[in-house]
Each structure stands twice: as structure tokens, then as C-alpha cells.
């Protein structure tokens, strides 16, 4: 079974720093893409950070700068760097993957996602 598991969310002072991390696990051929949305309360969940394959990256503007996404091939893991913390940052931070998984006798992308973490930086 394929799923993302994230850790490193938490409380931290604005102007700190975090790192989260996405692990994928199952039985996984490739890795298309992976990132991460955020939802704050009462917002839409947004797109802040995507790496590719070939390790292109974007970011939402707000967090350009401040955040580094990066990836561990040989782990399928995807890290999301966090400096310079903002209250406005405070949101459930959830990890994103466009995975190349087993189905049936196929291999075919499909999407997934993980549980989501809390980040909290107070005002």
C-alpha cells in the first residue's frame, strides 16, 4: 500500500524555522512530482512549494525566498525548508505526490496524499 507520511510540523516563534519531510513507502516505480499545499483556517488549500522529477521547482510568491523545496531520490523523499516564519504562514501543511505505482499488471500515475501536519507561528 502506498502512502506519505510527513513530519516536522510544530509551534514555532516567527522568524524561526522548520522542516517538514515527506516520505513515500509501497511499492512505488517513479515519482513524477511531489510537493506541498497548505490549508489555513476557513482559506482554500493552496499550492507553496513542487519539485519535478528533474528537480524543477516552483512557489507560491508569498514563500518565494523564504522556502526551499528539495528532494531525496534513492529515499522518495521531499523536504519543504522553512525560514523566516510569518503568523500568516500557519496553516496544515500536506504532502503531495504524483506517483508511478503498480495497477493490477500496469503501472499508471496516480495521486496521493498525506495526513497533513500543523505549523503554527503566532502572531
Known amino acids: 500500500q502506498v502512502q506519505l507520511v510527513e513530519s516536522g510540523g510544530g509551534l514555532v516563534q516567527p522568524g524561526g524555522s522548520l522542516r517538514l519531510s515527506c516520505a513515500a513507502s509501497?511499492?512505488?516505480?517513479?515519482?513524477?512530482?511531489m510537493g506541498w499545499y497548505r490549508q489555513a483556517n476557513g482559506k482554500q488549500r493552496e499550492l507553496v512549494a513542487a519539485i519535478t522529477s528533474v528537480g524543477s521547482t516552483n512557489y507560491i510568491d508569498s514563500v518565494k525566498g523564504r522556502f526551499t523545496i528539495s528532494r531525496d531520490n534513492a529515499k522518495n523523499t521531499v523536504y519543504l525548508q522553512m525560514n523566516s516564519l510569518k503568523p500568516e504562514d500557519t496553516a496544515v501543511y500536506f504532502c503531495?505526490?504524483?506517483?508511478?505505482?503498480?495497477?493490477?499488471?500496469?503501472?499508471?500515475?496516480?495521486?496521493?496524499w498525506g495526513q497533513g501536519t500543523q505549523v503554527t507561528v503566532p502572531s
Open positions: 509501497g511499492i512505488i516505480f517513479s515519482i513524477n512530482a
Open positions: 503531495y505526490g504524483d506517483l508511478v505505482v503498480r495497477d493490477g499488471l500496469r503501472a499508471r500515475s496516480k495521486d496521493y
